[in-house]
């Protein structure tokens, strides 16, 4: 022991700068760490209603366009698609990898919609600074309207992805990138062409060296927005004449980055156009052509828009926010505005004429158009709360200790307000995105079909058909097409019970939701003499199994809508046969026994009339001479009669 050497410890002396440097470091690092936490937030805000509830429609049909693609058809000349591929191929993808199902379905535009916090976020920082860039990424992560509909299979949150992307890399200058993002957001819908301007745009401002000596909103005094309209349309129109002459290298990266991706795209629908519609044509025919309305119809179009746009903030207090933002720098400011501000007019003038063209346009109003508006509203959020909370308000301003806190107070609130509705979105208890409800109970029906209907049964929908065909789809990976059940649509009681009287020999079902309800088809059934029972009750779903009589065995029967019927008796004289009226089956069996009407007038006067000695005769014996078909003893009629 007295030989061993033990290390010797020395005290370390804690002073000031210590603690501030171990401060600093713990600051740094919980900096670092704000944005993954906010990215992972809002992807368990977006996970919650991963598999809630059914497809709606849409979801179902580009479901069904997705699974074709990738099983069957790749090149869509038996199913048109009316939109792009892109999307399409990704949902399928997801298919193959996850197996077709809701959630597998789901997923692309969760991660789509996580993926843009992220993008939206460094968007901020780069035309900012970091705080502004988590204020912009806590905004979008609680945005209730992003929420609603990451949980879809819509094409709209993937679309919003590529148009921040598309944003992301012209505000860094990169050209080819935003090319290519550029023509992944119109290959997935063709609402993607609203990102052309204001990619364009913001890719001529930042390659402009106006843009960084002379900023279009670097002036003293601003007096009102007319000025500001006047000074960013001068400073515009000499910018793009700059790009004109001396940018020819950006302007040349862009399209280059976007016929890259474009073109095989354009290639894959042209050699398509011999056989299939192009799914730009499809689109024009399926919704309304896109023309300017008159007047009087934009008022209460705006009111329309206004009612679903309240959804992207959820609170008063967050609209009253951004209203503070758009005043601070349209109006209330008078003094330079830094020269790094200069995209908030952009993002702005493009938002408002987005929405212009919505109200004066004949644009289908629904509400899964403005989503992106979001990524917007989230860097106006960010650029308000940075420069009403920041330290360059108070050096440049001027401002007090007490207005810097109660800007600060006044971020923080607003970003408070945020998280009620977002929370609300999560539940799916917003009237906007994902189906809240209505088609609660498909599942369970369509479970039963699988588990308990034969192979070959008929089941008949009136509203839930592009549901159906994907659960079938997806749940027969032997049948590629379908299973081999016949789903079949009708549009009313009529056609129902008339197709069902017609199918006889198959086992029929019927689902019918609670909100849409089929009129007298009770009465119509019964009218054909057919019945029917529950089998199933489930949510706002019933299922019914259409049971028809069951055919009546004897010697002579007629087929009367594919069932065979009795026949009375034949008397030994047919006086009262022929003198009353005769069903037109009957007369067409006794002429072809007889023999009699074979031939167009045959045993008729010139009045056209058969005598009465022409009508009377005997029948012959079952198997007498003649036609065996006939002369059998019984009437094999054609299925179609």
């Not at 401002?205 to 670097?218: G, Y």
């Not at 004429?353 to 989503?371: E, K, N, P, T």
């Not at 032997?478 to 020999?505: G, H, I, M």
């Not at 000695?613 to 054609?638: E, V």
């Amino acid at each position: 022991m007295a030989g061993r050497i033990y290390p010797r410890y020395f005290p370390v002396p804690i002073t000031p700068s210590t603690c501030a440097g171990a401060q600093a470091f713990l600051l740094a690092a919980a900096k670092r760490l704000v944005l993954p936490v906010l990215c992972l937030g809002g992807f368990a805000l977006r996970l919650h209603l991963l598999s809630a509830w059914p497809f709606r429609e849409d979801e179902a049909m580009y479901s069904v366009w997705a699974l074709h693609l990738w099983r069957i058809d790749p090149w869509a000349l038996t199913v048109w698609p009316d939109k792009p591929p892109l999307f399409l191929w990704l949902l399928g993808a997801a298919f193959q990898f996850f197996g077709p199902s809701e959630a597998a379905g789901r997923l692309v535009n969760i991660a789509a919609d996580t993926l843009t916090i992220g993008v939206v976020a460094a968007t901020g920082r780069v035309l900012w600074n970091r705080q502004a860039g988590l204020f912009v990424a806590a905004a979008y992560a609680l945005n209730p309207f992003a929420i609603s509909f990451a949980p879809t299979a819509y094409t709209d949150p993937t679309l919003v992805l590529w148009g921040s992307l598309a944003l992301y890399a012209g505000v860094t200058r990169r050209a080819f990138s935003a090319g290519l993002c550029l023509a992944a957001a119109i290959a997935t819908k063709q609402q993607g062409l609203f990102y052309v301007p204001l990619v364009v745009g913001m890719i001529l401002i930042t390659h402009s060296p106006f843009a960084v000596r002379h900023s279009p909103f670097a002036i003293h005094q601003v007096a009102g927005v007319a000025r500001i309209v006047s000074r960013f349309t001068f400073h515009a129109i000499r910018n793009t004449q700059y790009a004109i002459r001396n940018l020819q290298s950006p302007i040349s990266n862009l399209l280059f980055g976007f016929a890259l991706l474009f073109l095989p795209i354009l290639l894959w629908d042209a050699a398509r156009w011999s056989v299939a519609p192009s799914p730009w044509n499809l689109s024009v025919r399926n919704y309304a052509p896109l023309v300017l309305l008159p007047p009087g119809e934009w008022a209460a179009r705006a009111l329309q828009w206004g009612r679903l746009s309240w959804f992207l903030a959820g609170s008063w207090v967050v609209i009253g926010y951004w209203i503070l933002g758009i005043g601070y720098w349209g109006v209330a400011s008078r003094r330079q505005i830094p020269n790094i501000q200069y995209p908030i007019p952009i993002l702005f003038f493009w938002s408002f004429g987005f929405v212009s063209l919505h109200i004066v346009s004949s644009v289908q109003i629904w509400d899964r158009y403005l989503l992106p508006l979001a990524p917007f509203l989230a860097l106006l959020f960010g650029w308000t709360t940075q420069h009403l909370t920041g330290a360059q308000t108070e050096r440049k301003r001027g401002a007090s200790g007490l207005f810097l806190r109660t800007c600060q107070v006044l971020g923080v609130t607003a970003l408070l307000f945020l998280l009620p509705p977002a929370l609300t979105a999560a539940k799916g208890g917003l009237p906007v995105g994902a189906d809240h409800g209505d088609y609660a109970g498909l599942s369970e029906s369509i479970a039963w079909l699988q588990a308990n209907a034969p192979a070959d049964a008929v089941v008949y929908h009136r509203d839930v058909g592009w549901q159906l065909r994907f659960a079938f789809f997806a749940g027969s990976p032997a049948q590629p097409d379908a299973s081999d059940f016949d789903l079949r649509w009708f549009p009313n009681a009529v056609y129902l019970a008339d197709n069902a009287a017609k199918t006889a020999e198959r086992r029929k079902f019927l689902i019918e939701p609670t909100w849409a309800v089929v009129d007298s088809a009770v009465q119509r059934l019964q009218q054909r003499e057919i019945g029917w029972q529950i089998r199933l009750r489930a949510a706002n779903f019933t299922l019914y199994e259409l049971i028809s009589p069951p055919a009546q065995s004897c010697d002579w029967c007629v087929c009367v809508d594919r069932r065979k019927r009795p026949v009375w008796s034949w008397p030994r004289s047919l006086h009262s046969f022929v003198d009353r009226a005769t069903p037109p089956v009957l007369r067409l069996d006794y002429l072809m026994h007889t023999g009699r009407g074979l031939r167009a007038g045959a045993g008729r006067d010139r009045n056209g009339a058969h005598p009465r000695a022409a009508r009377i005769g005997s029948l012959p014996a079952a198997g007498a001479a003649g036609d065996g078909k006939w002369g059998n003893g019984r009437l094999n009629c054609p299925l179609g009669w």
